[in-house]
């Protein structure tokens, strides 16, 4: 059972365009975290949401944790290729041993 | 402040050879992580450790996997034999022991290919 869905799996758009990213579970985590991975490197922590219903931006990049924290969204405005990767949605649950797991990832490629 | 240490980068081995994979992770981080990540997906956790004890190995092939944390610091990841289907790239990741809170910081991961 993937306990974390990421959609969509694939997304190729136009330089300038804004897109959405999504991250969906049944299960409910403590804290949720975005990583972006680009080709032969490891992921990089973008950002980690811990509270229900909470936004946080990093530029041109919106992060929003679900009222029920059971899902995020990541939204980008006005892509840049510089944003092209793949982006991977994290999930700490709530219990002592603090597991991270790990959604499939969108590999996202901006077309200049 | 250093990140994770992981050694070698690139490794290509023939089917039922051995390898072995070493991380350092950052200092005065308890908790460890094996990730196996297969080209095109996410990572997948083969092996967590919390000092140098086993949180959780469910996903570990203990057939020809095995991992070691000596003195809760480096940490070694050993596949013996290799399969075709091993070839990934492996992440290692470490974290404070933070309750409810956890962020993975990650090194730059170990390509294997079994040919």
């Known amino acids: 059972t993937q306990l974390l869905e990421q959609s969509p799996q694939f997304l190729s758009i136009q330089e300038g365009e804004n897109l959405t990213v999504y991250c969906n579970s049944s299960s409910v985590f403590s804290s949720l975290q975005w990583y972006r991975q680009e080709p032969g490197e490891g992921p990089v922590l973008l950002v980690t949401v811990v509270t229900g219903g909470e936004v946080k931006k990093l530029k041109r990049l919106t992060f929003q944790f679900g009222d029920a924290r059971k899902d995020s969204s990541l939204h980008i405005t006005a892509a840049q290729p510089g944003d092209t990767g793949l982006y991977l949605c994290?999930?700490?649950?709530?219990?002592?041993?603090?597991?991270?797991?790990f959604g499939k990832g969108t590999r996202l490629h901006i077309l200049p | 402040e250093a990140g994770v240490a992981q050694s070698p980068r690139y490794k290509i081995i023939e089917k039922r050879q051995s390898v072995a994979f070493w991380c350092n992770p950052i200092s005065g981080h308890a908790t460890l992580y094996w990730y196996q990540q297969i080209l095109g997906q996410g990572p997948k956790l083969l092996i967590q450790?919390?000092?140098?004890?086993?949180?959780?190995d469910s996903q570990l092939p203990k057939d020809r996997f095995s991992a070691e944390r000596l003195k809760g610091v480096d940490s070694t990841l050993k596949i013996q034999p290799a399969k075709l289907e091993d070839s990934a790239v492996y992440l290692c990741?470490?974290?404070?022991?933070?309750?409810?809170?956890?962020?993975?910081?990650f090194g730059q991961g170990t390509r294997l290919t079994v040919v």
């Open positions: 450790f919390q000092n140098n004890g086993v949180v959780d």
């Open positions: 990741a470490s974290s404070l022991d933070t309750y409810g809170f956890t962020e993975a910081f």
């Open positions: 994290a999930g700490a649950k709530m219990n002592r041993d603090d597991k991270i797991i």
